[in-house]
């Protein structure tokens, strides 16, 4: 009896260092470029470790993907103000993208999903990035009612509102190996995703003022 419970937990515990490994992994090289037996080395698990957990390479990135905390992002401080509560979320947001001593993976993943599309895509879609637009274009609503501007501005403007928002956060993942080549000096610090996130916020809300003025 000891020596079975001792084997489920020891099972137990290989699962989760796989799916820690891998997350590590698919978010720093993408789906083609990780492979399992460096997941497995990173796990210190048995080369055969995720066909008998996971039952394939695939199965394992279905699993390694909850996207739970950027779920709770989006329920948090409802009661704010739309522009108090997208100011917040963005803050987060960029720093679950960024922020190199408390990593996202899941958020790097969907990352890079949307340069290097891989099998779980849909999975992603579906999971993630759907409910991150509606949120999204949800408060840009808000926001255009607040300003006056709602009735008149469509929903193709408020879903381009929504891509302009994401594509501003997205390009600081995307291209930071560029801008690190053009500014030595920048780091992405606590203090650095801040303010990069309140220029965001910023931007994105006189853009949003200005659409409602002149519609």
Same mark, same amino acid.
């Given at each position: 009896?000891?020596? %079975? ?7 137990? +515990? ?7 490994? =891998?997350?590590?992994?698919?978010? +720093? ?8 037996? $460096? ?8 080369? %055969? ?24 992002? +989006?329920?948090?401080?409802?009661? $704010?103000? !739309? ?6 979320? &963005? ?17 790097? &993943?969907? =990352?890079? $999903?949307?340069?290097? !599309? ?10 993630? &990035?759907? !409910? ?22 469509? %929903? ?11 594509? +501003?956060?997205?390009?600081?993942? #995307? ?11 920048? #780091?992405?610090?606590?203090? $650095? ?23």
């Amino acid at each position: 009896m000891m020596e %079975a419970a001792e084997a489920r937990t020891a099972s137990v +515990q290989t699962r989760a260092r796989l799916l820690d490994a =891998a997350r590590e992994v698919f978010s +720093q090289r993408g789906f083609q470029g990780a492979t399992v037996r $460096e997941i497995c080395r990173r796990a210190e698990a048995n080369g %055969a470790a995720v066909n008998y957990h996971f039952g394939s390479k695939d199965g394992l990135l279905a699993e390694a993907l909850n996207f739970a905390p950027l779920a709770a992002l +989006q329920k948090v401080n409802a009661s $704010e103000s !739309p522009k108090v509560r997208l100011r917040l979320f &963005i803050r987060d947001f960029m720093l679950m993208l960024l922020d190199e001593k408390n990593p996202s993976s899941q958020c790097r &993943i969907l =990352a890079r $999903e949307l340069v290097d !599309p891989t099998p779980a895509l849909d999975k992603i879609v579906r999971e993630a &990035i759907a !409910p991150l637009h509606e949120f999204l274009g949800k408060l840009v609503r808000e926001i255009l009612d607040d300003s006056g501007g709602g009735e008149k501005a469509g %929903a193709t403007e408020q879903r381009r509102c929504v891509y302009s928002i994401l594509g +501003q956060c997205l390009f600081y993942r #995307h291209s930071h190996p560029v801008l690190q080549r053009l500014h030595p000096t920048l #780091h992405y610090d606590h203090k $650095e995703i801040e303010a990069i996130a309140g220029h965001i916020v910023d931007f994105s809300l006189a853009g949003i003022k200005h659409l409602a003025k002149n519609r």
